[in-house]
T-cell receptor
């Protein structure tokens, strides 16, 4: 079945440093979504990418979808303490037994030191 | 405001007991989902439903059961057959199921502990 891997599992940064998390799928994706979960909270939908090579920005967050639609990244510029949490990617496979199923990566836990 | 309500927030279960977790949404979403979250393992799909009176097993359905008698409600029962039920349970909904669903809306979760 489809697997979605995220790296790194943990990332500790000083406030003001940049942060990037990477997401890789074992199969080609129709689209990919990103979620943020604050400590003790629930996942909140951030964005969806659909097109090959697509880049979207939300303030200090930049999301990319790979040309082959098998990988994605989330980059945060100049982290703030409010960025603390777990960032999940989730992708829909375009075919096979996983078609129509949203598969989540394991998440990257971001800690920001003031 | 529209959203998903999960209750209770915390639940303690004795060995051998069945417990039911509530999930109600007023978003008029067709699809609803139950996920289990364990540390370091992301979100794993237990059951999902696309329409009233229909539901499908996810990746880890053993020891769980669901019903979908109303569009707004999708309760999850954790049965005594679930060997390791201690986890954080998340209910979610989306307008549709599949790649056209856009993002999921999650409830605030229920933290279940076996005592």
């Amino acid at each position: 079945g489809q697997q979605v891997m995220q790296i790194p599992q943990y990332q500790h940064v000083q406030e003001g440093e940049d942060f990037t998390t990477y997401c890789n799928s074992s199969t080609t994706l129709s689209n990919i979504q990103w979620y943020k979960q604050r400590p003790g909270g629930h996942p909140v939908f951030l964005i969806q990418l659909v097109k090959s090579g697509e880049v979207k920005k939300q303030k200090r967050l930049t999301f990319q979808f790979g040309e082959a639609k098998k990988n994605s990244s989330l980059h945060i510029t100049a982290t703030q303490t409010t960025d603390v949490g777990t960032y999940f990617c989730a992708g829909y496979s375009i075919g096979g037994t996983s078609y129509g199923k949203l598969t989540f990566g394991q998440g990257t836990i971001l800690t920001v030191h003031p | 405001d529209g959203g998903i309500t999960q209750s209770p927030k915390y639940l303690f279960r004795k060995e051998g007991q069945n417990v039911t977790l509530s999930c109600e949404q007023n978003l008029n979403h067709d699809a609803m989902y139950w996920y289990r979250q364990d540390p370091g393992q992301g979100l794993r799909l237990i059951y999902y439903s696309q329409i009233v009176n229909d539901f499908q097993k996810g990746d880890i359905a053993e020891g769980y059961s669901v019903s979908r008698e109303k569009k707004e409600s999708f309760p999850l029962t954790v049965t005594s057959a679930q060997k390791n039920p201690t986890a954080f349970y998340l209910c979610a909904s989306s307008i549709l199921r599949g790649p056209d669903s856009y993002g999921y809306t999650f409830g605030s979760g229920t933290r279940l502990t076996v005592v």
